[in-house]
């Protein structure tokens, strides 16, 4: 697997707690070892997203996989 596919695999290992509150999370994209999440959902005006997002699915994602250098939260 590339570094995508494993990203896109750590994240289906992560959503289906997010979906149980709820919520859900998007790829977004994956630049320069940055990789983009978009938090959907029950997720998008939560306000536990911010710790959820930090130590639930970035540390998971930098944890995994080695080339990660950062997670970014996308919320447009």
Known sequence: ???VEN???VI????PY??????D???VDYVDG????????????CPMRKMTFNN?????IMQQI????DVVLVTD
Do not use: P, Q, W
């Open 12 to 15: 289906n290992l992560i959503r």
């Open 34 to 45: 940055i990789v983009y999440i978009r938090m959907l959902g029950a997720c998008a005006g």
């Open 25 to 27: 999370l998007e790829f």
């Open 18 to 23: 997010i979906m149980a509150d709820g919520g």
């Open 66 to 69: 080695s080339e990660v250098k």
């Open 1 to 3: 697997m590339n570094t």
């Open 56 to 60: 639930g699915i970035k540390a998971n």
């Open 7 to 9: 990203i896109k695999h």
